[in-house]
């Protein structure tokens, strides 16, 4: 009688090379960013940099070049002034000027990067402003973390930051009761915009110049320590939580990317897991480099942008 034999050594290598062959179950589909949706800023104010809504849904809430904090309040309000420095009002800020307000910064403030307390709905917001470039900042109980980019060059100097390789960034905590600053870590690469993870056992840093995430800890046994949470393809503005357990990361451009190249159009974002693997990526127009990715709970994108003087909707 003719020995019998199993086919299921065979099918199992089989199934293994099909699925060798096929995209990741991991990575969705990219989205495409080329057609949006805009949401206008009144005449005169650009750069909406960072979008953040209140814990009640109301919003967005964008900051702008010319030191101010708007509010949109629907088709019927639109967008009204919402919160402004004490040197914006000092300084008579709103008045006409023929000095560029990059350099009325260190006397009017840049607010950047906004954040929500979802328990107190207060407000926070990073802000160019003094000397120094101000980075990202995030809050949780009574502290609330933030960056300073660079002890060197200023807001409008970030492409020195990054040319030069500047190594003068901090990570730091400020602490609403005691009411003071600590230093967690210096000797920093351009760390700019800031975000904690949904355990609250570690902060993840986007580190503009050298193109990478960088993992602080907080909590646990490894509490004061940091290190690469993953590489990414450009290079990063602000990262905000996706809701999901990972990260959506806004690039300003490609890391390798030829300005007059056959591309029309390049990545803006890219989202990354809780792991730090690549999940999703979205593409846009090469005349857009967004500053912030904030993804809504209706599955709405929206971009914020230092340049361009309107907000981005990506359905």
């Not at 099918?11 to 099909?18: D, E, N, Q, S």
């Not at 040319?163 to 400020?174: A, L, Q």
């Not at 290190?227 to 905000?240: C, I, M, Q, S």
Request: neutral net charge; glycine residues 10%; hydrophobic residues 30%.
């Amino acid at each position: 009688m003719a020995r019998s034999t199993s086919k299921l050594p065979l099918l199992a290598a089989i199934l293994l090379a099909v699925l060798l062959l096929l995209p990741s179950a991991a990575v969705a589909k990219a989205i495409d960013a080329t057609n949006t949706q805009h949401m206008d800023l009144p005449d005169g104010p650009v750069g909406p940099e960072s979008v953040a809504f209140d814990k009640s849904g109301a919003g967005p809430y964008v900051s702008i070049s010319d030191g101010r904090i708007l509010k949109y309040g629907g088709e019927g309000a639109g967008w009204t002034t919402f919160s402004y420095s004490p040197s914006y009002a000092k300084n008579d800020c709103g008045a006409p000027s023929e000095i560029p307000q990059s350099a009325r910064e260190s006397s009017c403030g840049r607010p950047l990067g906004l954040r929500f307390h979802n328990n107190s709905g207060n407000l926070g917001r990073r802000c160019a402003a003094s000397l120094h470039e101000r980075g990202g900042c995030c809050q949780i109980t009574g502290d609330v973390y933030f960056t300073d980019s660079s002890t060197t060059y200023t807001r409008a100097q970030h492409e020195m930051v990054t040319g030069m390789r500047d190594s003068t960034g901090r990570i730091m905590r400020y602490n609403r009761r005691t009411n003071k600053v600590t230093v967690l870590q210096s000797g920093v690469t351009y760390p700019n915009d800031i975000a904690i993870s949904a355990d609250r056992t570690h902060l993840i840093v986007a580190l503009t110049g050298p193109c990478k995430l960088m993992r602080y800890w907080i909590r646990g046994p490894n509490a004061g320590t940091s290190e690469l949470f993953t590489d990414l393809p450009g290079y990063p503005d602000n990262v905000r939580p996706d809701g999901k357990g990972g990260y959506w990361v806004a690039l300003h451009r490609e890391k390798n990317e030829k300005p007059n190249g056959k591309e029309d159009s390049h990545l803006v974002a890219i989202r990354i897991g809780a792991e730090g693997e690549r999940l999703q990526e979205m593409r846009g127009p090469k005349d857009v480099r967004p500053t912030e990715t904030v993804e809504r709970e209706d599955g709405k994108i929206y971009l914020g942008s230092v340049e361009l003087s309107y907000v981005s909707i990506v359905n």
